[in-house]
């Protein structure tokens, strides 16, 4: 188990870590990501509703 540890240790050492400005860059860009892909969506299933409602003749 002590072995592990200091393994672990070892290994987390090597690790290249982002910086703060790459992690907020980083996090900022898949933040406006998720909005444009839900606006996107958003946009798409309205289109659809609106169509299914023009063939079925349903809804107000």
Not at 5 to 25: S, Y
Not at 32 to 57: H, N, P, S, Y
């Amino acid at each position: 188990m002590v072995a592990y540890v200091r393994d672990v240790r070892a290994e987390a050492k090597r690790v290249t870590w982002p910086t703060r400005r790459n992690t907020l860059i980083t996090s900022g860009a898949v933040l406006v990501m998720v909005t444009v892909t839900c606006i996107f969506f958003f946009i798409v299933d309205q289109v659809i509703g609106l169509g299914v409602r023009e063939l079925f003749g349903v809804g107000g």
